[in-house]
């Protein structure tokens, strides 16, 4: 059981043709570990994260993801979700005209194959949106239509706690939060990793949140690949260093 990336390389399409951002990522992510991916801007975080979750933009060329021994290659985005795979988008997607609490109903629906229970639903689905500090009102809005970019971010965490996936890919979920949201969100996860078997990939650039959700191990990302890893104290390490020495170092290799 894991979710297991190796020599991953991936072309996105742009309009000169297919670039490869990926350059032979290999990461395994057991169930109740986190794990932090911190990089420059630029590196391909994003492109990992779309990647693994199946966006059709994302081409791998090759390497191989599987999840708890499944090929995800092979399967739809859907079939991702299905299969216990979550991703934060670092930026989450307007869905006018559907309804918060609908969206995360259908959501709930598809991945469990049946409807929730009306009564217990509407209570989880309260108590998620209040622990993340969205007022009741937020339901019935349009899935982040108009909401300020921290709004956006706590509703992930609101989907994240209500879908319960086996694997959470957070991209920088942290960004653009203030002190107390960024608490507020970290704390949520948090609620999420106590599950206990959970697995996340905490995709961030900024130390600041692992002083809120503890690593079990972190990986420096630069330039399309993992350059080097180690435990929460590499994060604290690039807190005083900064990442241009791994940047010139992997010039230097490129
Ligand atoms: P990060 O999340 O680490 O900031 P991204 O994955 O967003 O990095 O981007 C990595 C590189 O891939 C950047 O140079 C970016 O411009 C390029 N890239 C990503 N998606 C596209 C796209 N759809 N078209 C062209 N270039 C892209
Ligand atoms: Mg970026
Ligand atoms: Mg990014």
């Known amino acids: 059981m894991s979710l297991e990336i190796s020599g991953l390389h991936v072309d996105v399409e742009t309009e000169d043709g297919p670039k490869e951002i990926l350059k032979g990522v290999d990461l395994t992510i057991n169930p109740g570990e986190v794990h932090a991916i911190m990089g420059p ?5 994003s492109t990992l994260a779309y990647s693994l979750a199946g966006h059709p933009k994302y081409h791998i060329t090759s390497g191989t993801v599987t999840l708890d021994g499944t090929p995800l290659n092979e399967l739809t985005v859907d079939e991702r979700a299905r299969a216990g795979l979550f991703l ?17 109903r259908t959501a709930k629906t598809a991945l469990d194959g049946e409807a929730p229970k009306v009564r217990t639903w ?20 349009s899935l ?8 956006k971010k706590r509703a992930e965490i609101v989907q994240l706690q209500l879908l319960q996936p ?19 969100v970290a704390d949520g996860v948090n609620r999420y990793t ?20 503890k690593p079990d191990f972190v990986h ?19 807190e005083e260093t900064g990442y241009d020495s791994y940047i010139a170092a992997a010039r230097a290799n490129a």
Not at 88 to 99: F, N
Not at 127 to 141: I, K, V
Not at 220 to 238: F, H, I, N
Request: charged content about 25%; hydrophobic content about 35%; overall charge negative.
């Open 194 to 213: 106590a599950q206990g078997d959970r697995g996340v990939l905490l995709i961030t650039h900024y130390t600041r949140i692992l002083n809120y959700i």
């Open 144 to 151: 982040n239509e108009g909401f300020s970019g921290g709004e």
């Open 41 to 45: 801007n630029g590196s391909g975080k």
């Open 88 to 104: 934060a988008m670092q930026y989450p997607v307007e869905v006018p005209g559907v309804s918060t609490a609908n969206f995360l």
């Open 122 to 141: 509407v209570k989880e689905v309260n108590a998620a949106m209040q622990e993340l500090g969205l007022d009741d009102s937020f339901t019935s809005r």
């Open 166 to 184: 086996k694997y959470a890919i957070l991209d920088e979920t942290d960004s653009g939060l203030d002190i107390d949201a960024l608490r507020v």
């Open 220 to 238: 420096v990302y630069v330039d399309g690949r993992v350059v080097t890893e180690g435990g929460p104290e590499l994060a604290q390490k690039l």
